[in-house]
């Protein structure tokens, strides 16, 4: 059983910064896909970026040039360095691990970017 606990979220005002960590424990398996996804009340959760087994990076289009996402294979852990933040990067941030059938979410953390 796969296990994420992510930290990092909280209070900034627009223009700053903030750092996402999540952790996975348990039984991982090799070349899963981490990544972080982002929800807002009465919205579908949305990819903000992913990191692949081989450690290629994408980026939804619009954190492109502001956010950096980073992984450590050996601490099975991610991060998320956002940068420039605005009102609009307010959610609930996820943490993501995939690989094949298997799919598990940390219990997210609140983003909130104040203008």
């Known amino acids: 059983q796969v296990q994420l606990v992510e930290s990092g979220g909280g209070l900034v005002q627009a223009g700053g910064s903030l750092r996402l960590s999540c952790a996975a424990s348990g039984s991982i398996p090799s070349l899963a896909a981490m990544g972080w996804y982002r929800q807002t009340p009465g919205k579908q959760r949305e990819l903000v970026a992913v990191i692949s087994g081989r450690g290629s990076p994408n980026y939804a289009d619009s954190v492109k040039g502001r956010f950096t996402i980073s992984r450590d294979y050996a601490k099975n852990t991610v991060s998320l360095q956002m940068n420039s933040l605005k009102s609009e990067d307010t959610a609930v941030y996820y943490c993501?691990?995939?690989?094949?059938?298997?799919?598990?979410w940390g219990q997210g953390t609140l983003v909130t970017v104040s203008s």
């Open positions: 993501n691990l995939a690989r094949g059938y298997l799919e598990v």
